[in-house]
Every structure is written in C-alpha cells, then in structure tokens.
C-alpha cells in the first residue's frame, strides 16, 4: 500500500507544479446550487460564470437564506441553498472526459455549504458527502453563519463524476456552492486527495487568493500568528512562482521573539497525509547573510541544509508519511548552526490520502438505465452509481457482486406500473446479465423483440397488463420450454414460498389481447387449415346452427321481458327515486359537476364524487380505452351488488351503460379504504346463496366511511358457486400478487377458503403495520417473514412499532394466531368465515368492556352482528 501511495504522492506533485500551464477556465464548471431556472451570473471577485444546478440533479428544493446573514461581504453563492427533505441520498452528476495523453483528467471537486437558516429552524444540521461511492467526509458547522468547504484531488476512472449528499437522520442535507476544475493530465486515480488545510503564510492584506492570480482557482486562505514577522520582497521585483500565486509568494513569515523555529502541529484522525511546503526568498542578502534550515517532520529530518531562492519556486517540497500514533502532524522548520538569517515559510498544503480503489457499475449497463430513465420519463431517485454503495441502491434494482471486487452487474429490473409507454427500449438488452426483467403493467405497444431470447441469464420475463402484439419469438418460446423441464417437486415448491416472483410465459401474455400466447397461435393455424379443409360441411353447419339459435331467440325473448329487475332498497335522499337505478350519461355528468373532483383511479377507470340531492355518491366511470377484460368484471360487479346488500357492503346506488360510457354510482366512503388507515366477508361465504368468493380481498378493497365503519368493496373479480354442494370451481387465476392464495395459484380451484387466505394477509398487516410484500430487494413476503423470525420471540417484536408496546398482549396474540390459521399453506387447514369472525369477536372481548342490558346480555360491537337479508326469488343467478 505504502509504495502505491507514494507513486501517487509523486504524481501529485508533478501535477500540481508542471501541467498547470495548460488550464483553460472555460473548462471550469461554476454551480450556484439553488439559484433555479436557467439564471447565470459572472462573480465579481473572479470573474468566473455561476450557472444554476438544474441540469445537474433531479431532486431537491431551493431556499433562499435569511436576509440578517447576507452581509455585503459574503459571496453571491452562497445567497441560495438547495436542500434534500425526501430521498436519503441525492446525486449531482457531471461528465467528466478522460485525457488523450494519460486516460485520465484530475479534478479539483469542491463543495461549500452555509446554512444561514434558510428554513427558519435555527438548527444546523450533520450528513455525509460522498464521492462517487465513498464516503468524502461528514458535514457540520459550528454557528448558523459558518461557511464550511470541502475540497479533494479526484481522478475518476470513468466518464462520470458523481457528488451525493447522503441524509444521517441528523438534519436535512442541503447544498450552497458546487465547483470543479479539471487539470490537464491527471495522476493515476488509486488515491485521492482530501485537502486539509492550503495557508498563505503571513499575509499582509488578510484577503483570499483565488483565480484568476490561482491558475487553478484554488482557495488560498491567509494565516498570521503573533509568534511571526511578516517580510516580503521590494515591489519592483519580480518572480517565477509555477502554480501558485505571486501575492501568495512575495511575502513570507519569521519567527518574531529571537527564536530559530517555524513550528505548525496539525491534528487529524487519517492515517496517511501528504504535504507541500511552498518556500522562495523574499529578501536580498549582503555579503555575510546565509538563509539555512532544516525540516523536520514529526521529528524526522526530511530535508536539511535548505537554501530557498531569491522570488523562485522551482518545485514545492512534498512530504509524504503516516501519522503518529497521537494522531497528529508536526512541523519544525530551523535554522542550520550556519545561518544568519531566521527560516522562512510562504505558504503550506496539507493534504489526507484517501484510497479510492474506485468500483462502480458496469458502464455501459450505467449508460443503458440512464437511456431508460430518459426514454420512459421515470420518476424514481435514480442518481448516482445504481448498485453502490449497496445501502443506497437504485429503487426496483438488484446487483451482482456489490460486496466482492470487480464492477456490480444488473442481475434484477422492476418496472412494474411505472407508467411506461412506447415501445421495448434496445437498451434493455444491454443488461446481459439480468435475471428477472418485470415490465408488467404499464402502456408498452410494438412487439416483443427477438432480442431478449439473447439475454442468456435471463429467467423471469413479466410483461402482462401492456398493449403488446405479434407473436412471442420462437427463440423466447423455446427458453420457456427449456425452464419449465423442471421436475414438478421443484416447481411446486418454487410456487408455494414465491408466489409472486414465479413466471409462466401465459401470465407474461395476460393483458395483452393482440399478443399471441403459448399453444394460442398454433392452435390458430391449425384451426384454419381444418376449415379449410371441411369448408364446405362448416357452411351447412353454420346454415343449421343459425336457424336454430334464431328460433330460440324468438323463443326467450318473451320471458326476458318478463324478468324483473331487482329495486334498491337503500335510501338515497328526499326527492331521489331510490328504485331508480340506470341513469343516463348526462346524468351522470350532472351528478359529478362533469366530473369536476376525481378521488382516485382504479384498475379499469376513474372514481369521481358526486351528488345525487344532499346524498354524496362515487362514481366510477369505466376507461373507454380499458380492455375487454375490464368491462367483463365492471359489469360483474353491477350484477352482484344490484342484488346482495349488507351495511357490511358498499352499496350500489345505480349505474350507466350508455355506449362508451359505462358507471356504476355507489354510496360514498368518507375516509377511503383501509390501506390509507391502516365483516361483509362472512356474509358473502356464508348469508349469500349460493356462496359468493370475492378473490381480491386486500386493504385497498376494504373502505371506511365516515364512522370510520368498514366496508367490503370492488367485486369485479368476484365469482358465484352455482350451487351449494360445490366445493370448489375452476377459473383463470386472478387477485392481487401478496394476497392471492398459493393452492389457488398452483391449482386454479377456486373456494371460499381463498378468501380465508387473503383476509389473513391483511389481518397481518394490521397487526405489523408492514406490507404484504416488502419494499426491499429480495420483495420478501409477510408471512415469511414472520415464519424467518425464532420462535421465542416476543409479540412486541411482531406488533406495530408506532403503537410503542401500548396494546393488550393476550389480545395481540390470539389476533396473531387466528391471522396465521388463516395463511395456511393448504385450505383444508384453515378456518371459515364464520370461525374467523368468532375469534376476532374474542379478540375484542379482551380490550372492548362488553355492555350489559337489564337482562344480562352482552353486547360486543361489531358490524357483523344481527346479519339479516331477504331472500328473492326468481330465475335470476344471483337470488340469494
């Protein structure tokens, strides 16, 4: 380690003192962070353009400081601020071109912060810099009007310098001042260099030296001390000084009191430092004067018999070691026996080697998710490095390799519902070693490229719930094969614990109508090569089968009009036909104010509020773009509700199918579902007959209204037994991904017990206050989850965090033993309904005082209790 360093030390050096030349200032890159827009300045002290930090960063806000701390003399830049509330690390990125001669370009990278209260909370706060993917150094300031500066020597390895402040829980993070400067063949990018502290010793106008007298623009701060003189040289003179500025040079510091020495002790936990003395005479000597001395570093000699030169820096004397074990730097500079003259020093560099061993993402997988981000306008904090550090990894990634010591790989990529549109991107085929690619859910149209069968590591491809068309490629087709040549113990097994990551190339082709599915397209072929051999007996076939259907069309079509349709029985306002229940499209619109307040989206339209009299109604208005799909369930769930009613259930008021537009008007919940706040359901296994299973039981579908009562709502999944004997019907697999019952997943039987299934879920999610499926990179489940935890574990390590162990521990664990019954692997095992709603009654019981009447009842509250309804009669499939 310690001769890569010092290579690096050396390199530093020649850096810092012969390519400086070739500096052009219009490579400098100036950002007023906060100042917003597209504003620009020129600063009047050096004459440097200041533009705005929009183009560099996609987050954050800006802030103005209070005007008591803009003091004439602070500079413009630090007027504005921009500060990062929400994300836990927020990135500037800047391109940063190699040299044509080294491969590399050093960068001189320096951030500035004053806090200058510009939030008006008086409360300086502490977070981290990093650069690129190591940590850079803390941020802290000692008063409101500190300004703090943190400046490093990077050479970055690739095309992208990466600046991220990075939220520690102790204050938000926030911005004033970003500034690079690149210096023209750089030294090699093993280690970088953190300035600790860059001195003009002795100065005599206590101004700051910057460009353009600094080449570089590096800031040199003035340091006097009472134990000095300050000596300089005769106006007339001049010097040669390379890289540092000539008021910097021209004048020097000697001891003041008699005494021989310079002495400096720095302090500072690092374990290597580097040092640069800058020393040249700045006076003229007569006949007997000699200006000698010897330097010594935490009392090692490091150069003796020293004689500067009159107004010349040929070289900076560098210095490079470890620190003591006090942790600290000493610097003695003395006069030799030989001397007449004190020693002198004009100006000091120290610097901390850091070792920036840099590992990034694979570059042209950066690049490509970059183009993604752009191609599909996604609104994620995607900045920085996407896999490092492995704690700030990008949102819906999983990496290879983010702990080893080559470059991460993309091994992961969720997409899913992120609004994308357009075609497939060519740049998702650049992540050559991802495993799982989900694109479901979203409006991608064209084609699924051939491409993807090239993605070798490939293994779970999710693109249901898009517009795609055309056929599945043979090549794509022919890895689904390959896949599914699994023994089927495996597969069962796969299925059972991860239910939602399992692929099935149909489920891939599901909310796709115009593309052909596995087995489908074939099927196809082969159909038309049979009409078009038996055409001719098809004809006659289809000659009789229309005569037929049209005599029994004339047949039924007297006792269609005879079916009655069933009236509500709510009622819905004086002055409101509460039989009324298909109002017209115009009616709607009037009942919505043409649809002035939207309440939020579903999976097939739009909920609006609305007012039928005084009475508050949703409407929710089918898409006119949603799939057929979507109109099947919309139309299922008018069926259902015009007919089954509970005050456990959202109640149908009306609806509207007029053309394209299609409504149904429902009773309005005040405080909206149960997932915002986080027993109608025993009444459809068991008060409805025959048996109705909702299949998408989540807290979403679950509503409060104002008394904070909750209702079941959304039945356009549900499905009707057709009679009671029935135990189980077969059907194509649907419900929510984390809630979908696993013996329905594998088995496509569907039964009351699937409900069994998802209630428990979200009866787990209300006692832990955690998802069904948790947001982290391996989407762990909630039920495995709680089966990873040690038996011996206690309730208040399972129960909701923010109820602060406030809860009734007997109660919490029969709540946690009737949810699990409920998750059991197979359906056999778990209870019903009506057992369900017993020991939650019990659970109650335990931390609800019972009201007894006169006679000694208990009465526990619950809206399940007094279950009542009415039976129809009729030839309806609905009569209950």
């Given at each position: ?243 540092v500025p000539s008021r910097v040079m021209r004048t020097a510091a000697t001891p003041a009191n008699g005494s021989d020495s310079i002495y400096f002790k720095f302090s500072y936990n690092a374990s290597v430092y580097y040092l640069n003395l800058y020393l040249a005479e700045v006076q003229k000597h007569g006949p007997n004067q000699t200006r000698e001395f010897n330097i010594f570093i935490d009392g090692v000699l490091k150069y003796s018999n020293f004689q500067p030169q009159f107004l010349k820096t040929p070289y900076p004397l560098d210095s490079y070691n ?559």
């Amino acid at each position: 380690m310690g001769e890569r360093f010092l290579f690096a030390v050396i390199q530093l050096s020649f850096t810092l003192t012969v390519i400086v030349h070739a500096q052009d200032p219009t490579d400098f890159i100036s950002i007023d962070c906060g100042l917003g827009g597209k504003q620009t300045y020129v600063d009047k002290a050096t004459g440097l353009n200041y533009t705005s930090d929009d183009k560099f960063i996609d987050t954050g806000k800006s802030h103005s400081i209070s005007p008591e701390y803009k003091a004439k003399s602070l500079e413009k830049q630090f007027w504005n601020v921009r500060s990062f509330p929400v994300e836990n690390r927020n990135c500037y990125s800047f391109n940063a071109p190699s040299s044509a001669d080294t491969g590399f370009t050093q960068y001189i990278v320096r951030a500035r912060f004053m806090y200058g209260n510009y939030d008006g909370k008086n409360s300086t706060p502490i977070f981290d810099i990093y650069l690129g993917n190591n940590k850079w150094d803390s941020v802290e300031f000692e008063n409101a009007s500190t300004i703090v500066t943190k400046e490093i020597l990077y050479t970055p390895i690739s095309e992208y310098i990466h600046v991220c402040l990075c939220n520690i829980h102790r204050g938000t993070p926030f911005i004033s001042v970003l500034e690079l400067r690149p210096i023209i063949n750089g030294s090699n990018p093993d280690a970088s260099y953190e300035l600790f502290a860059r001195f003009d010793i002795s100065s005599q106008d206590g101004k700051i030296a910057r460009y353009p007298e600094d080449p570089l623009d590096r800031i040199w701060t003035p340091y006097n001390s009472i134990d000095w003189t300050t000596i300089s040289a005769p106006l007339e003179a001049s010097g040669e000084y390379d890289s540092v500025p000539s008021r910097v040079m021209r004048t020097a510091a000697t001891p003041a009191n008699g005494s021989d020495s310079i002495y400096f002790k720095f302090s500072y936990n690092a374990s290597v430092y580097y040092l640069n003395l800058y020393l040249a005479e700045v006076q003229k000597h007569g006949p007997n004067q000699t200006r000698e001395f010897n330097i010594f570093i935490d009392g090692v000699l490091k150069y003796s018999n020293f004689q500067p030169q009159f107004l010349k820096t040929p070289y900076p004397l560098d210095s490079y070691n470890y620190t003591n074990s006090y942790g600290t730097l000493d610097v003695l500079i003395k006069r030799t026996n030989r001397s007449t003259l004190p020693p002198i020093l004009n100006a000091i560099e120290m610097y901390i080697v850091r070792d920036t061993s840099q590992r990034e993402t694979n570059k042209r997988e950066y690049d490509a998710l970059k183009n993604i981000k752009s191609t599909y306008n996604i609104k994620r904090n995607w900045q920085g490095d996407p896999c490092l550090p492995k704690d700030y990894m990008w949102e819906g990634l999983n990496c290879s390799n983010v702990e080893g010591s080559g470059n991460p790989r993309i091994t992961s990529l969720n997409l899913s519902s992120s609004g994308l549109s357009g075609k497939i991107t060519s740049d998702i085929f650049t992540l050559e070693s991802i495993e799982y690619l989900d694109l479901s859910n979203n409006n991608l149209i064209g084609e699924v490229s051939d491409v993807l069968s090239r993605l070798n590591s490939l293994k779970v491809l999710k693109l249901e719930g898009n517009h795609l068309s055309g056929t599945i490629p043979p090549k794509l087709l022919d890895r689904w094969e390959k896949a599914m040549n699994f023994s089927v113990d495996v597969i069962t097994y796969f299925l059972l614990t991860l239910p939602w990551k399992s692929l099935s190339m149909n489920e891939s082709c599901r909310g796709n109508p115009n593309l052909c599915c596995p087995g489908s397209c074939n099927k196809e072929i082969h159909k038309v090569v049979i009409i078009i051999i038996i055409v001719a007996s098809l004809v006659g076939a289809f000659l009789v089968f229309a005569a037929i259907a049209f005599w029994i069309f004339k047949r039924r079509q007297p006792a269609a009009k005879s079916l009655k349709k069933p009236s509500l029985e709510l009622t819905v306002g004086k002055g409101i036909d509460s039989n009324k229940q298909q109002f017209s499209y115009e009616e709607v619109k009037s009942i919505t104010s043409n649809f002035g307040r939207e309440l939020g989206k579903g999976g097939f339209g739009t909920v609006f509020l609305g007012y039928i009299g005084k009475t508050q109604v949703a409407v929710k208005m089918l898409s006119p773009s949603s799939h057929s799909h979507w109109y099947l369930q919309f139309q299922a769930e008018a069926e259902l509700l015009t007919t089954v009613h509970h005050k456990c259930l959202t109640a149908l008021i009306g609806y509207c199918d007029d053309g394209t537009n299609v409504a149904l008007i429902y009773e309005y919940m005040a405080n909206g579902d149960l997932a915002d706040h986080l027993s109608g359901l025993e009444y459809l296994h068991n008060g409805c007959k025959p048996p109705i299973v909702h299949r998408d039981i989540k807290p979403q579908n679950i509503l409060l209204n104002e008394n904070m009562r909750a209702k079941l709502g959304d039945f356009g999944l549900s499905r009707i037994f057709s009679n009671e004997t029935d135990t189980h019907i077969s059907t194509v697999i649907a419900g929510t991904f984390g809630y979908l019952d696993p013996e329905y997943y594998l088995s496509n039987k569907l039964n009351e017990k699937s409900d069994i299934y998802s209630f428990g879920i979200v009866l787990l999610e209300i006692l832990t206050g955690r998802p069904a499926i948790f947001k982290n990179e391996e989407r762990d489940h909630i039920t495995h989850w709680l089966d990873s935890m040690a038996v011996d574990r206690e309730i208040n390590d399972i129960v909701d965090s923010r109820l602060h162990g406030e809860f009734d521990i007997d109660s919490a664990r029969k709540f946690l033993d009737t949810a699990m019954a409920c998750v059991a692997s197979t359906s056999i095992d778990r209870p019903t309904m009506s057992q369900v709603l017993m020991e939650l009654k019990q659970c109650m019981g335990m931390v609800i005082t019972p009201v007894v009447d006169a006679y000694g009842n208990i009465d526990i509250p619950s809206c399940m209790i007094d279950v009542s309804f009415e039976m129809i009669s009729g030839q309806s499939s609905l009569a209950r």
